[in-house]
Each structure stands twice: as C-alpha cells, then as structure tokens.
C-alpha cells in the first residue's frame, strides 16, 4: 500500500516509519521541513517526501493522488497554551480537504482517552479532531491511549527527570490521579495492527498497558525499577501554574507543554474496552517492562526519537532554513582556526559535542550559562542530545538547534534557543587543509544586544579558545 505518513519526524512518526518500509509499504513522509527530517540517507532513499505546512492554504498538487492510507499524527500541544486547539482544528480541517483529491481509503488517528465528562483542553481538542476527521471523506480509525512509556517520550522523561533528580519530593495533588500507561511498542503494534483492517473502520478503540496506576504510584515504580530510595509527599494547595512551574525548572519539559500536561494530569485516562488488544491478539506489556525496555533502548544508544528534537521544545516556530545563511553585516565574531593533526579524530569529536560529552572547555559555565537562561525563560542545558555521536539537522543540542550537519564537507552549524537579545550561531568546519574554523557569530539587537556581547567577551576567549584545542587534540 501507499501511505501517507504526517509527523513523520515527530516522537511516533520516527518510529513507525521503519515498520512500514518493513512491511513492504511506499511511504510518503509529509513535513513542514524537508530538512527537519531526521533519518539515515539509505532510509532517505526509500520514501518519498512532502513539504507541507497543515497550517497554511491547501495546496492538493502537493501530495500524491494514488495514497492508500493516511496516518494523522499530528498535535499542537507543546507550542501554545493558549490556542493549541485552534491549530489542531485548522489543521485537521486542512488535512481532510488535501485527502479528497486522493484516492485514500482509510486515516488512522492516534488520539488520547477521553471517556471522562470533565476533560481538559488538550483532551478537548483530541475529540474535536476526531470529530472533524470523522467527517472527511475517508474512514477513520482512532486509537485513543493515555500516556505513552519509551525511551525519548515526553511522560517518560519528565518520570525520568523527578525520579533521578529529587529523593525527596513534595507535589501537587494531582499525582493521585490514575491513568493506564501504555509501552509504545505496543502502540506502534496497534498502528500498524489496524492499517488496512476492515474490521478497525469507522470506529474508536481505546489502547492501554496492563496496569491502572496513580502518577505517584508510577514515579515510585520507577524508583524501583532503578533502585532509587525516594520519597514523595503530596499536599492540596499547589495550584496548577505553580506545579507547571515546578515540572518546567525541575524535568526537561518545556513550560507550555508542562502547563498543558498538568491540565490533563486532573483528568482519570483508564481504558473503557479491550476490543482492538482481543481483535489483534496483542498482550501488552507492564510498566515495569515498558520502563526496562526504555532503558535498553538508551544504554545501547539505540533511542530513533525524542521529542526534546521536535521544534516545540525550543523557542523559534519558524522555518530554521533561513538561518543557514550566516550574516556578515553588522555582526559581532569570535573566529578561531587550528591545524589538525587528526582530521578525522577532530570531526567526531564535533559529532559528539554537547549532552553528556559537553562542550570540552569550561563545562561549569556552559552550566551555568544553561541555568540562567532557564531562569528567564529559556530552554537551559535541560534538552542534552538524542544520540551521542549522530547528529542530524533539525535536532536539539542542548540550548542549540542543529541548522546543518554535513559530515561529507566536515561543516556542522548551529543556532542558539537560549535568551540572548539578538540571533546568535556557532559554527565549525574543517577545510580541505585540514584547517579547524571555529566561528561564533552574533547579530546583535540594539544597545543591549552589544553591552551583552562586550561583557560576555572575556568568557568568551577562554571558552572558545578552550574549546577548539581540546576538539584537535582530545
């Protein structure tokens, strides 16, 4: 069959992706950003991509005519508290006008549990954009799941974060609240259990593991599983804006996403039926294993996605290409060069740079230059890196989005997330001499843009110069 996979490059996207091709399937990857798609060149090379942004006006010459079916996963909730559901909605409005000029038989939809009265606006939406694909022109099959558990996934690194870091705990009293996790191997087999199965159209199914738990009773689950000694002590009175501010300083989580998921943490997401688990014969798997699995997966470099890459966990919205022109005029630079003794050694060691490699110079103020520009606001050193050695354009590293890794010309480039007042890159390349260029480049905005570059300069010449003799020589 042909497929049509949206958010190709999100958490599930990256995922399924391979699974597909393994089955045999065409595959056609739709992304705002061609180059935000984060996949191997030989993967590359069996898919077909699209450029298209679900936001804007539809475009139907865009997506091929002859597509089977269509996989939606596409959700807003980490880029607006406020109108999240307004973009979900257009979104979906839009994805169901580009299906008509198709020939698409099904859309599978992976949305959340929603069998409480009360829901919250995040559940809000996902039953609206259920509602509005119902009314498309192709059947629909909707998987609705609670929170999802693999390595790389926002509930499990937020788990991660409050258990590794904090012993002892005081929390809001939403940790009460039960929900049914689900490993996402076993959503990945319900995605792909119903593609093309009669049997799933025109009809909602909701997916969960095998445990019904408290959010306190899954975080001491964890503790467990990593024999971690903690303690966690609930109280009434943290509201819901003090407790996103509590997940955003303490987990890696942004604080939209945060505001959004303490919203929905209020709200019991256990499932009604087990259908599709009797109609597929599929035994999921504990908690406990799900969390096993995810460690595996990360202790044998082996995590495909992390939603830490998807752009809503940084700052900018808007399409990185026009970053990798870096400017000249009115720019403020800190440029260092080095012979090479080991080109190739020197590249890796950029490949690696960032996370828990770190930065080769100065870790302690990169730390506590990543603490302060969370205090204000920004991303901080929370996002670290996917994988430690392969880098691909569009993925966060640290407080930086990748704008350009060619390994082939030894050129990687990077832009800055965190709060600085003007647009900041860091660059490196190796020329065919075997020359090291270390770039640091700064557009400044206005007078408070210079007065920060002048009094950063003498960090800035230990750092940098720091840096660039530990990547030749370490």
């Known amino acids: 069959m042909k497929i049509l996979l949206t958010g190709a490059n999100g958490y599930i996207g990256m995922r399924l992706l391979p699974l597909l091709l393994e089955e045999g399937h065409e595959v056609v990857c739709s992304v705002r950003n061609a180059n935000r798609l984060s996949i191997s060149e030989d993967l590359r090379k069996k898919v ?45 409005k839009s994805f169901n006008a580009y299906l008509e000029h198709t020939q698409c038989k099904q859309v599978i939809y992976l949305s959340g549990i929603v069998n409480e009265t009360s829901l919250s606006k995040h559940l809000t939406s996902r039953k609206n954009v259920e ?38 705990m005081i929390t809001p009293k939403w940790v009460k609240t039960r929900c049914q996790p689900i490993a996402i191997r ?6 792909t259990g119903v593609l093309g199965n009669e049997a799933a159209y025109n009809d909602s199914f909701d997916i969960g593991g095998p445990d019904i738990l408290s959010y306190k009773e899954m975080m001491l689950g964890y ?4 024999n971690l000694h903690m303690t966690i002590i609930d109280v009434p009175f943290m509201s819901p804006k003090l407790s996103s501010y509590w997940l955003y300083f303490v987990t890696s989580t942004s604080y939209k996403l945060a505001l959004n998921l303490v919203d ?66 009115g720019c403020l630079k800190d440029a260092q060069t080095i012979e090479l003794k080991d080109p190739e050694k020197a590249l890796e060691n950029i490949w690696s740079i960032g996370g828990k490699r770190g930065w ?3 870790n302690w103020l990169w730390k506590i230059r990543g603490y302060l520009d969370k205090v204000f606001g920004g991303v901080g050193l929370r996002r670290g890196r996917t994988n ?20 082939k010309e030894k050129r990687l480039l990077l832009f800055a997330e965190m709060r600085v007042p003007g647009e900041a890159w860091l660059e490196f390349k190796i020329d065919k001499d075997n020359i090291l260029h270390q770039t640091a480049t700064f ?19 230990f750092i940098f110069n720091g840096m660039i003799h530990r990547i030749a020589n370490s």
């Open 264 to 329: 929905s943490m209020r709200v019991e997401v256990i499932t009604k039926d087990t259908r599709l688990q009797e109609m597929l014969n599929v035994s999921p798997v504990s908690y406990t294993e799900a969390i096993d699995l995810a460690f595996k997966k990360i202790k044998q470099n082996q995590v495909v996605s992390s939603w830490k890459d998807s752009m809503v966990s940084g700052r900018f919205r808007s399409d990185l290409k026009k970053y990798v022109e870096v400017p000249d005029q």
């Open 131 to 168: 509602d509005i694909l119902g009314d498309g022109v192709t059947d629909l099959t909707v998987l609705r799941a609670a929170i999802i558990v693999g390595s790389g996934s926002a509930s499990f690194e937020i788990i991660r974060d409050l258990c590794e870091k904090l012993p002892l």
């Open 186 to 191: 076993d959503v990945l087999t319900y995605l």
């Open 388 to 407: 430690p050695n392969k880098i691909y354009e569009g993925d966060s590293l640290d407080f930086w989005r990748v704008i350009l890794a060619d390994k």
């Open 48 to 92: 077909e991509v699209v450029e298209i942004d679900f936001l804007e006006e539809v475009q139907p010459e865009k997506l091929p005519k002859d597509i089977d079916v269509a996989y939606y996963l596409i959700h807003s909730m980490s880029a607006s508290t406020d109108d999240f559901d307004e973009k979900e909605e257009v979104s979906a």
């Open 223 to 226: 503790g467990k599983c990593r």
């Open 360 to 362: 080769y110079y100065g």
């Open 443 to 461: 557009r400044p905005r206005g007078l408070w843009g210079r007065l920060y570059w002048y009094t950063m300069l003498p960090f800035h010449y």
